[in-house]
């Protein structure tokens, strides 16, 4: 079996691509799989990814039907004992993959495990921001509540048996990560995590974070599942705190202050 299966879902990628199957092609542990799932892309992606050579390297086609779908797509192609994503976009530290896999080999109960990630401007030149999670082997509840102390995206490498049926909702666009997440963690998900640097985030214009209004229905749709897990109801207003001043600032940011006030609003009523 195939230790560690990589799953990208691209659309439109042929700017970044190249970069981020390099970095997978560079890694200090060779025995990985790339699963490329291109989701409807009307320029070279396709091209692009399947120039390498590599017998590791598949690609898949699709019709566009949403990340979460191509995600959902390369899981099921996946032969490794671990699975992990990478978006087109992103880039891998040389030593992402064997970091992790010796968080398993250090913790046998372990079932996801991260590490510190680096966020850029545009292109991999100066790090804009640094984030180090904390350990914790059980932090659903923390999650719950919206902390940023163990996610920073889909970041994370998972033991299959811990994946099992579980998938990315395909109703969503914003979040579909963070509950796929939740949904792992709570099963037989034990969280651990290695110091070293496992994921480069490349923060662009017109990314999918720079959609407020979409990001808002996340948070919504995410509320709307979270109210019937049983950990959730005592963190519950904590959840909505955060998610009031996250969207007040990034309105403001855009100088909105008629929407950061309407979210303010929306949030403090729920």
């Not at 545009?122 to 932090?139: A, L, S």
């Not at 490349?202 to 897990?229: F, K, V």
Request: glycine content about 6%.
């Amino acid at each position: 079996m195939t230790k560690v299966s990589i799953i990208m879902a691209v659309l439109n990628g042929e700017a970044w691509i190249q970069e981020a199957i390099d970095s997978v092609l560079n890694q200090t542990m060779t025995d990985w799989e790339l699963i490329v799932v291109d989701n409807g892309s009307s320029d070279r992606t396709e091209e692009i990814a399947s120039a390498t050579g590599d017998p590791r390297i598949t690609v898949t086609t699709e019709e566009q039907r949403g990340v979460s779908h191509a995600r959902n797509r390369g899981i099921e192609l996946a032969r490794g004992a671990y699975i992990c994503f990478l978006d087109s976009d992103d880039r891998l530290p040389k030593n992402s993959l064997q970091a992790r896999l010796e968080v398993f080999e250090n913790h046998p109960d372990c079932t996801v495990a991260d590490g510190s990630v680096n966020t850029y401007r545009n292109t991999f030149q100066t790090i804009e921001t640094r984030w180090e999670p904390k350990n914790g082997g059980q932090p659903l509840q923390s999650m719950l509540a919206l902390s940023s102390d163990h996610f920073r995206g889909i970041t994370w490498m998972i033991d299959r048996r811990a994946i099992g049926n579980i998938r990315f909702r395909e109703d969503m666009a914003h979040g579909e990560d963070f509950i796929f997440i939740i949904d792992i963690l709570s099963g037989s998900g034990k969280y651990s995590i290695t110091s070293d640097t496992i994921y480069d985030i490349r923060r662009r214009e017109g990314s999918a974070m720079s959609d407020l209004e979409g990001i808002s229905l996340g948070y919504d749709q995410m509320l709307g599942h979270h109210e019937q897990h049983p950990l959730f109801q005592p963190v519950r207003s904590l959840y909505i705190r955060r998610v009031r001043r996250i969207l007040f600032r990034s309105y403001l940011k855009k100088m909105n202050l008629y929407q950061a006030l309407r979210h303010w609003l929306k949030w403090t009523l729920k």
